[in-house]
RNA sequence: AGUCCCGUUAAGUCUGCGA
């Protein structure tokens, strides 16, 4: 028995979790130690779902956890699809238990509840911590971002600071994405003069943000400045800097860039990909698009959902129905039919392509429709000339209770 | 027999209509 614990915590931990699932099936009577190692294990490796089931038979034989297996299974239920009411009975039984009061525990269902988009179990959670530290603001303001409560995140920032707590590399690198999309400068200055005076600016995802939302500002010389200067350049801080002169429309410094980092041992990724085509989509040169997105494909890097959308732009720019067409049997074949992003851009590529017929059959058989759908096909009704049907189509929408914007 | 390590927050970058 102790030959077996000692071989399923070292298979767990070396990541070779189905050699230890078979050990562990074996054994007559499993501690909590190792119920903890497995689903640890599981977790580890991303498969939440065999972590979540697996907890559920330790409970039905009644083991009791303790504060860090909840961590683990609160970390599966934020990344495990319909983890949300696993993850509400989770809390029930944390509360039954005693362990809410837990800084850790807490930790793990504020952001367990962030993750799943429930703000005010979230919110619930941490207005009720005795001590909430950093990493439970830090959660709770992440959570407020993924939900796009701006406002909201903005004064938690100030009154964790207010409170005496510091924001470190993790709070910072949550909130200037916010200033970024809002094309807050001042804020960002802030923010940046912070990171300055704490010495975060070494951090590789700081950086990043940094870099990025002076671009996104506007400023792409502070942008550059703070890109050459970093210590560790990794595929995400190439991808921003990318992203900055592609969206601008300077193709020689975005290819520049895209080359010097391969030579810098940086490979391109699906991102990198993406940011080249969109820049050229966006900025008149259709063909460049539809090269890099043959040449991605050679180059080995499946495109996505984004990579479809950004060159369909491409074609209707070009009026290039039949390139059109091969992208939307790629569309298929991919299995990306129904994203709702790449329905529109479908739409939009058809109805400028001049075949209406086909931009009401994608719009018809789309799975889902948000509002710019709806505007997307409206445009094309208007476009080719069908004022009517174009109002029409206008009052279904509202039936449907989107609005128009 | 594990108590070192690992395990809670950020990971930052790309996308559709129109303006």
């Not at 498969?47 to 907890?55: D, F, V």
């Not at 038979?57 to 983890?83: I, N, T, Y």
């Not at 993850?87 to 799943?116: Q, T, W």
């Not at 207010?162 to 999309?181: D, F, H, Q, R």
Request: aromatic share 8%; hydrophobic share 40%.
């Amino acid at each position: 028995v102790v030959l077996h614990n000692r071989k399923i915590t070292s298979l767990a931990r070396e990541g070779r979790i189905e050699d230890a699932r078979q050990v562990f099936d074996k054994m007559p009577k499993r501690t909590l130690f190792l119920w903890s190692s497995m689903i640890g294990g599981y977790v580890r490796q991303g498969n939440y779902g065999e972590a979540l089931s697996l907890y559920e038979v330790m409970e039905e034989k009644g083991v009791e956890p303790d504060r860090s297996l909840f961590v683990w299974v609160l970390k599966a239920c934020s990344q495990h699809g319909g983890g949300l009411e696993k993850g509400k009975k989770v809390h029930d039984r944390i509360v039954s238990v005693g362990f809410e009061s837990d800084v850790l525990v807490g930790n793990a269902l504020i952001d367990m509840y962030g993750k799943r988009g429930d703000l005010k179990n979230a919110r619930l959670v941490f207005d009720k911590m005795a001590q909430p530290d950093v990493v439970s603001w830090t959660s709770m303001i992440a959570a407020c971002v993924q939900k796009g409560q701006t406002g909201e995140a903005f004064g938690l920032f100030r009154r964790m600071q207010a409170e005496g707590l510091k924001a470190n590399s993790v709070t910072v690198t949550s909130m200037l994405p916010v200033c970024a999309n809002l094309r807050d400068l001042k804020r960002g200055k802030e923010i940046h003069g912070y990171i300055i005076r704490g010495d975060f600016e070494d951090n590789v995802f700081v950086a990043s943000s940094v870099l990025d939302m002076y671009a996104k500002c506007g400023h792409l010389k502070n942008a550059r400045q703070v890109f050459d200067k970093m210590p560790h350049r990794d595929v995400v801080s190439w991808n921003a800097m990318v992203a900055t002169y592609a969206q601008k429309g300077w193709h020689k410094e975005a290819q520049e860039l895209f080359h010097q980092m391969q030579l810098d041992g940086i490979e391109p990724d699906v991102i990198s990909w993406n940011a080249m085509i969109a820049g050229c989509a966006q900025n008149g040169q259709g063909d460049d698009a539809l090269k890099l997105f043959c040449q991605m494909q050679q180059g080995g890097i499946r495109p996505n959902a984004i990579s479809i959308s950004s060159v369909l732009p491409a074609c209707a720019h070009l009026a290039a129905l039949q390139k059109g067409k091969e992208i939307h049997g790629y569309v298929f074949r991919s299995g990306n039919k129904d994203d709702v992003i790449v329905a529109s851009a479908l739409v939009a590529m058809y109805g400028k392509c001049g075949s209406l017929k086909d931009a009401c059959r994608v719009f018809e058989k789309a799975s889902e429709r948000d509002t710019i759908a709806w505007n997307t096909m409206i445009g094309a009704y208007a476009m080719h000339g069908h004022g009517e049907k174009a109002l029409q189509l206008f009052y279904e929408m509202e039936l449907t209770g989107l609005k128009a914007n």
